[in-house]
Nanobody
Framework: QVQLVESGGGLVQAGGSLRLSCAASASMFSIPVMGWYRQAPGKQRELVAAMTSGGSKNYADSVKGRFTISRDNAKRTVYLQMNSLKPEDTAVYYC???????????????????WGQGTQVTVSS
């Protein structure tokens, strides 16, 4: 399994920005898909954004136009740039890696076998 370490969470006011980072123990080229999930208290874990090794991206409708997933292959790091944050974005954010090859829009929770420890993002109103 790939080891993943997230960083960059914190407290921010509504309308602000944060950038999450996820450092992987393996080369990005060997990981078919990387994703960011989030889980708010009392809610199911949901996909925020995903990116394949080929560069295809997918976003949850709730974050389209506000969040951007990207990666730096040399640093083995995936990023989630979050702009125009809203209180409803408050959650624990998890980085995940998957070894299954699918269309970017077909990935589900079951396809991600490696997870980071999570980082808290809190957006105040």
């Amino acid at each position: 399994q790939v080891q993943l370490v997230e960083s960059g969470g914190g407290l921010v006011q509504a309308g602000g920005s944060l950038r999450l980072s996820c450092a992987a123990s393996a080369s990005m080229f060997s990981i078919p898909v990387m994703g960011w999930y989030r889980q708010a208290p009392g809610k199911q874990r949901e996909l925020v954004a995903a990116m394949t090794s080929g560069g295809s991206k997918n976003y949850a409708d709730s974050v389209k136009g506000r969040f951007t997933i990207s990666r730096d292959n040399a640093k083995r790091t995936v990023y989630l740039q979050m702009n125009s944050l809203k209180p409803e974005d408050t959650a624990v954010y998890y980085c995940a890696a998957g070894s299954t090859i699918r269309r970017i829009t077909d990935y589900a929770l079951r396809d991600f076998g490696s997870w980071g420890q999570g980082t808290q993002v809190t957006v105040s109103s």
